[in-house]
């Protein structure tokens, strides 16, 4: 059982990297893309707590690093969205209270993820961002990630809560 | 794992290890270069999710063509479901219709642009885009070794240069962008020959601008001279004489060793479908490879 759950996670957080490099592509916003992959974390973060999302942010940054068409250090976007699985985490007894506050954690982890994958890419050098450049990319990008939210977050809890041990009843 | 309980502190060894992680493969990566050991992993992963792409591009294109369908049927009522998704389905036919057509077109100019450099092409789709939240801009194309693709190909299409081919899996090939703040490329005036070094400003809307350095700081440039590739050694990684753009502003200060001047590329980086890779004119590939006039399918033969 719980390798067919480890399977049905790894297609989920598979299927968002690939929708967002694919099908969003033709509906981007000047390049920027909603962000699925840290949606399913954030997601998986208010269902079953820090741990388990910091594990599938690992994950999940490591498909963004590595499926194609990267051209980045590989880890960057792995240490990002363990971060954002974790905060998001330990926030989710406010954040599971309510729609709006479920919003807004997706838009303070939107940023937050964004941000760091950002500045690791500017201590890297790699490539070298102007400031200028993230400061007119990550509020474009926090507010398509925001758009979709109602499309897809309360799905990816739904799919989390169906895979939920039983034994966890709460 | 077991899942703590909202009460709960947890533990943060788990986030440490992570942590941990992270840096050690961002580590591995930056200190191993092309050679390093995240690049066979890279290349798995590469080879899984690369038709994963190509399959997903090719049954969404109808749509992501003509976002304006996506938005008529996003608001699908329960009421009138069955008119409209019949509706839809004749727009999708027909989106499907423009689509091919304009393929079409863009083929035709892709064997113009073969006969005109006399280069050897291999034609490809673009089936996905980096995000700009990753601030590279890379696309992944539909060919890869399979069909002769190897890393430092230059890829462009009927309007002019496109970029470089960064990395080759066996069925994709990712394609930096001329955009792309990576990206330099060396290339020369159309009416003076002077030569000087492009760079990508990372942004690929309709406001996509080129650097231009030029070498020669005392050489004058005018607005709307032509820009194309100045070529590399064999070809690698840029072939010479493509189209790259036009001149759209000059700027010259005493302090600075180099005349610059901005270039608008040739190419909508915003909606790339169809690119050819140049390649060996014996190249052996897995579909029909665009030589000058000829296709090497052309069983009629001796158009070479």
Redesign the interface.
């Given at each position: 059982m719980s390798a067919v759950r480890a399977l049905v996670l790894t297609g989920i957080v598979?299927l968002a990297?690939?929708?967002?490099?694919?099908?969003f592509?033709?509906?981007?916003f000047?390049?920027?893309?909603p962000?699925l992959a840290l949606l399913v974390v954030v997601g998986a973060a208010l269902v079953?707590?820090?741990?388990?999302a910091?594990?599938l942010?690992?994950l999940g940054?490591?498909?963004?690093?590595?499926?194609?068409?990267?051209?980045?250090?590989?880890?960057?976007?792995?240490?990002a969205l363990?971060?954002v699985g974790?905060l998001a985490?330990?926030v989710?007894?406010d954040a599971g209270s309510s729609a709006v506050s479920a919003v807004l954690t997706v838009a303070a982890c939107s940023f937050v993820g964004?941000s760091i994958?950002?500045l690791?890419?500017m201590l890297?050098n790699?490539?070298?961002?102007?400031v200028r450049?993230?400061l007119k990319?990550i509020p474009?990008?926090v507010l398509y990630d925001v758009l979709v939210t109602p499309f897809v977050l309360p799905l990816v809890m739904r799919v989390f809560r169906r895979l939920?041990p039983h034994q966890?009843a709460? | 794992?077991?899942?703590?309980?909202?009460g709960q502190r947890?533990?943060r060894a788990?986030?440490v290890l992570?942590?941990l992680?992270?840096?050690?493969?961002?580590t591995?990566?930056?200190r191993g270069g092309s050679s390093s050991p995240?690049e066979p992993?890279?290349s798995a992963?590469?080879t899984v999710?690369?038709p994963?792409?190509n399959g997903?591009?090719a049954a969404?294109r109808p749509?992501?063509?003509v976002?304006g369908f996506?938005r008529t049927t996003g608001g699908l009522r329960e009421d009138v479901s069955r008119l409209e998704a019949e509706n839809s389905q004749l727009k999708g036919e027909l989106a499907g219709v423009s689509v091919d057509r304009n393929r079409a077109a863009e083929l035709d100019g892709l064997l113009a642009s073969s006969k005109s450099t006399g280069y050897a092409l291999v034609p490809a789709r673009v089936?996905?885009?980096?995000?700009?939240?990753?601030?590279?801009?890379?696309?992944?194309i539909d060919a890869g070794t399979r069909a002769g693709i190897t890393a430092d190909m230059t890829v462009l299409n009927n309007d002019g240069l496109v970029g470089r081919v960064?990395?080759a899996?066996t069925s994709?090939?990712?394609?930096?962008l001329l955009v792309?703040?990576?990206s330099v490329v060396g290339g020369r005036l159309g009416s003076s020959m002077e030569v000087g070094f492009l760079r990508g400003r990372?942004?690929?809307?309709g406001d996509a601008r080129l650097d231009l350095d030029l070498v020669d700081a005392s050489a004058a440039v005018t607005r709307d001279d032509s820009l194309a590739t100045w070529g590399s050694r064999h070809g690698a990684p840029y072939v010479a004489g493509v189209p790259i753009g036009r001149v759209v502003g000059v700027s010259s200060t005493p302090r600075q060793q180099s005349t610059q001047a901005v270039i608008e590329p040739y190419v909508d980086f915003?909606s790339l479908d169809l690119v050819g890779v140049v390649v060996d004119r014996d190249t052996l590939s897995d579909r029909a490879v665009i030589r000058a006039g000829s296709t090497s399918t052309d069983s009629e033969g001796g158009g070479r």
């Open positions: 598979l990297v690939v929708l967002q490099v694919t099908v592509a033709g509906l981007s000047d390049g920027v893309v962000n079953r707590g820090p741990e388990f910091a594990v942010g690992f940054g490591l498909a963004i690093d590595l499926a194609p068409p990267t051209h980045h250090v590989a880890g960057r976007w792995a240490l363990v971060v974790y985490g330990r989710r007894q964004t994958f950002a690791s890419g890297l790699d490539p070298a961002i102007p450049e993230a990319v474009v990008a939920q966890v709460y | 794992m077991r899942p703590t309980s909202p947890p533990s788990v986030l992570l942590l992680a992270s840096f050690t493969i961002i591995l990566d930056v995240v992993l890279r992963v590469g999710l690369g994963v792409e997903t591009a969404v749509f992501t063509s976002p996506f089936v996905a885009m980096g995000p700009a939240q990753s601030f590279s801009r890379t696309v992944t960064v990395r899996d994709t090939a990712t394609v930096l792309d703040q990576d990372g942004s690929v809307g915003s």
